[in-house]
């Protein structure tokens, strides 16, 4: 093809072959948006340059190679705002016995940690972005804890590695998940080879308001972002600040600039109006962001309620209504914090509708545009100059879509498509009096699907 040439490649069927990973993408045609408009898409340096509601066949005049993408929908591509690739997939190392709450769940990684290196680190975690992606999530923050034995920074140098390796087809944001038994020198180190983001878990903490400080410090002298773990907890303090409330505090005070996201903050959810109210003001006025996390909040917390017990989420209807930006992904996935978890982010968004209340498009927006803005990345989507990372999915309802009824996809980062994934199913329900039962009938089953050949 000459290069002003155009070509046009057909997506195809839901349930057709596989074949467009890899390919660099100039445009896309006959897509639909969720404003329902067909619209053509040119896509040039890794952004979307014109939109446009001609007809596909004179959209081929674009040079390069096009998409048609008609029967298909494109929804903005999905981040995972808090992740812990450290941890992923080890859920096969544990007991599979009862589940654990928060305190047993970082007892049972204390004891993993030390027999983890970070060949370990790398190969789990680059399986489970392989997931991520498959399912249409370019943009991973991903926590990494300091252990305590051993090394404090091998499991930093492995998701560094990966990140830098993924760069231009993932964003990956490394943030260092400190301890209070984690020195300022090996924070400084690790803002020394390359860390997007400073991270703390002040609740775990025996005093949370000093690591607060200690973090802040930090954030303060180099000028990286922040992402605390904050209020993981559904019961109140008998006394003192909230984490978010004092993060919040001294955001305003210390005049910070760059972003600071409070993650979890379940305890937002367990507070009576009266509370709510002032603090989410608070939370707005100090621009921090939020991110909430259902799959693994609902897994860790509760677990002593004898009734009504607690949803494990932050106040994110009183967020939302408030201007914060809401950010919402699945946390752990496999391991000691949560034994499931399939890194879609339509899981997220299904849990979103049914335990937070939120509408098919509120629940969109807080894995995509309200994610990037909480990881402070510039907007993603069909709109002219934003980033053209994106998801095509079997043109249906948001809602269905987004309930997770919907697996086939195509995922674009910067206009090339990082991943295809088709589904093909076979079923055999017809009624019983009309299988064949002579097992030498020319309209017998083939001997490869007989029951008993696939019990063997």
Known sequence: MHHDEAAVLPVGAPDGAATLAGADVTGVLGVRTVDGRTVDLRIADGRVVAVSATATRDAAAVPGLLLDARGWLALPAACEPHAHLDKTLTASRLDPGGGEDLVGAVARWRELAPGIDGADVADRARRAVERYVARGITTIRTHVDAP??????????????????????VTLQVCLLGGSHTSDAVYAEAVARGVDVLGGCPHLAPDPAVEIRRVLDLAERTGLP????????????????????????????????????????????????ERLVPLVDLVARAGLGVVTLPITNLYLQGRDATHLAPRGLTAVRALIDAGVPVAAGADNVRDPFNPVGTCDPFETTSLLMTAAHLTAREALDAVTAGARTVLGLPPAGVAVGQRADLVLVPDAALGEVLAGGEHARVVLSGGRVVADTRVTRALALDPVATRPTDPHSRDAAPAAHRPDQLVR
Do not use: K, N
């Not at 559904?234 to 409070?262: F, K, M, N, S, Y």
């Open 148 to 169: 305590a034995v051993g090394d404090p920074l091998r499991m930093l140098d492995a998701l560094l590695g990966l990140r830098d390796e993924l760069a231009g087809s």
């Open 226 to 273: 922040v992402d605390l773990h904050a209020d993981e907890q559904t019961t109140l303090p008998a006394g003192g600040l909230l984490d978010v409330e004092d993060v919040a505090l001294q955001v305003i005070a210390r005049g910070l600039e760059q972003r600071v996201t409070a993650s979890h903050a379940v305890r937002l959810g367990a507070l009576p109006p």
